[in-house]
Structure formats: C-alpha cells, structure tokens
C-alpha cells in the first residue's frame, strides 16, 4: 500500500533524494533523443504495475537526458517539482532562424542578417553575459502553452502566430563551453518555465547572424541528475539508490 500523501510531501520537503527509486517516489530515467516523453511515461507505467505516472518537466523528442518520474502519490509533488532550477547543455549553430527556433524547424525565408559568422569568442561570451540574471523571455510558438484552450505548437502547424506575452525567468549561470565561431556548446541552470531554444534564438539575434538550437541535454534537476539516471529500456531493473534514506 502506498504511503499517504503528506507522508510523502513532508519527505520530500526534509530530503528530495529520499525518494529516489521509491513508489511512491522519485525516479530518474535518460531520455534519448527522439522517442517523447509520454513515451517514457507509457514504458514506465508497464515496467512499474503503476498507472500513477508522471513526469516533472517535459523534454521535447529533439531533446535528451534527464527525464524525473513522479510515481504513486509522489505525481502530486509535481509543482514542488517545478520550483527547482534545472540545468541544460545545448548546442547551436550560427547563421540560421528556424520558425521552431531549433534545427526541426524550417527556415525563416525573409530573415536577413547584418554579420556573418564565424563570430568571435569574445563577442559571444558578451551577449550571453546580457542574457544571466532575471529575464523577460517570450515563449515560442512550438510549445505546449495554450491560447484559448488550443496549444500553440497546433497553431504553429497551421501557420498562425498569436501574440504572447513575455513571462519573467532567470537564468543563474550561462557560459561557453566550446565555440568554434560557427557551432558551440553552451551550458546553463534556469529557472521554470524557461525556454532554452528560444535564448539561442534570442543570442542569435543580438549577434545578428541568427542562432538555431541543434542539440539539448539536461543534466540535472534541482539535486537529482543524469549521472544517477537508468535507460528508458531499464526501468523495471531499478534498485533502490544507494544514498536513498530507507
């Protein structure tokens, strides 16, 4: 029998990591990219015997790394979930826009940018230095927001844009972590609700040669992170974690 609900907030408020490989409970799965993240949901909930299964933040299936699963009881912990900082790895290529700000996308015909790449190093570590600390960042058009009861990504697909509003995040730390003047690596820790595929877009136009996301990883969320994860294909392996509180 699962435990009741405030048994399992009032754990994870003590110590998040004490649920880790639990039910009800906390478990860390690496997504690859492609398959979506209802996907790895649907597995779990196989591999588990557990309907009650969700995810704490959605990793779109160009994106991989750390999916958290909110198991039995534990799924009510999702908003506790979403106050925690997450951190990414993204890469990027200079000189293109994409209507999905990312390389899925198509690109935007009537864009013309005033510098061609390569870039120098030193005027993308300046740009990226206007973009830490609190932002007002206007979510894209491919997303899971919805206006008037539709989600964005469907209004997308049928060539509408609708106007949104910008929505206040901070990114916490934000550095280079390879740059070759056309493609780079750049690493991150935000806060909810924010888009890592809309600041490359956003670093692309402040260099003014346009920038499309190629790659995203998250590496962790809040205290959990993608060294501890298992496989999509391993879930029902799990032992519980050896740092755990039993």
Not at 11 to 35: C, E, M, Y
Not at 63 to 86: H, I, M, Y
Not at 102 to 121: A, H, K, M, N, Q
Not at 132 to 154: F, I, W
């Amino acid at each position: 029998m699962s435990h009741p609900f405030p048994e399992t907030r009032a754990a994870f408020q003590a110590d998040p990591r004490s649920l880790l490989w639990k039910n009800p409970g906390i478990w860390l799965v690496n997504k690859p990219s492609g398959p979506s993240s209802n996907l790895v949901v649907v597995r779990a909930r196989r591999a588990l015997a557990e309907k009650r299964i969700g995810h704490a933040g959605t990793l779109d299936p160009l994106a991989s790394g750390l999916l958290v699963l909110l198991v039995g009881n534990a799924t009510r912990l999702f908003d506790e979930l979403q106050t925690l900082p997450k951190t990414y790895r993204a890469d990027f290529v200079l000189g293109r826009r994409t209507d999905s700000q990312d390389s899925t996308g198509t690109d935007i015909e009537d864009f013309v940018p005033s510098v061609r790449p390569p870039v120098p190093e030193a005027r993308l570590a300046e740009v990226l230095a206007d973009f830490t600390g609190e932002l007002a960042q206007v979510p894209p058009m491919h997303s899971a927001l919805k206006r008037d009861g539709q989600p964005l990504y469907k209004l997308a697909r049928a060539g509408k844009v609708v106007e949104r509003q910008a929505r206040p995040v901070t990114v916490y730390d934000l550095g280079i972590e390879r740059f070759d003047g056309l493609t780079g690596v750049v690493r991150m820790r935000v806060s909810k609700g924010f888009y890592v595929r809309t600041l490359i877009d956003d670093v692309g136009m402040a260099l003014g040669c346009g920038a499309v996301m190629t790659a995203l990883e998250r590496t962790a969320i809040g205290p959990f992170s993608l060294d501890e994860a298992v496989d999509m294909d391993s879930i029902g392996d799990v032992q519980p974690h050896p740092d755990a509180s039993r």
